[in-house]
Nanobody
Framework: QVQLVESGGGLVQVGGSLRLSCAAS????????MGWFRQAPGKGREFVAG????????YYKDSVKDRFTISRDNAKNTVYLQMNSLKPEDTAVYYC????????????????WGQGTQVTVSS
């Protein structure tokens, strides 16, 4: 069992930056791939970024590839999403999720989800 708690969301102006954190409970965190997803109002949930259990492989949605960076600190049981050059279309609730396969791919089957944190980018 893994419990995930996101933090770091908020209101930011276009071009600004935010860093999201996802703190995980459980001794097996380091074996899980981790992903960040988002859901904008009236839209479905979409994959944003993922990272393998070692941190050696990362994956991104094309539209965020040069602006967002996913990382993890297994000693702190935490995964991060650094978001730079934010755009209004990045406005959404952001969720972190844990992937038992350890891969953190966009199409992985994620077993555990956080409650989400709101990111609002104002123009």
């Amino acid at each position: 069992q893994v419990q995930l708690v996101e933090s770091g969301g908020g209101l930011v102006q276009v071009g600004g930056s935010l860093r999201l954190s996802c703190a995980a409970s459980g001794r097996t965190f380091s074996s899980y791939g981790m992903g960040w997803f988002r859901q904008a109002p009236g839209k479905g949930r979409e994959f944003v970024a993922g990272i393998s259990w070692t941190g050696g492989s990362t994956y991104y949605k094309d539209s965020v590839k040069d602006r967002f960076t996913i990382s993890r600190d297994n000693a702190k049981n935490t995964v991060y999403l650094q978001m730079n050059s934010l755009k209004p279309e990045d406005t959404a609730v952001y969720y972190c999720a844990a992937d038992r396969t350890g891969r953190g791919l966009g199409y992985s089957s994620y077993s555990y989800w956080g409650q989400g944190t709101q990111v609002t980018v104002s123009s």
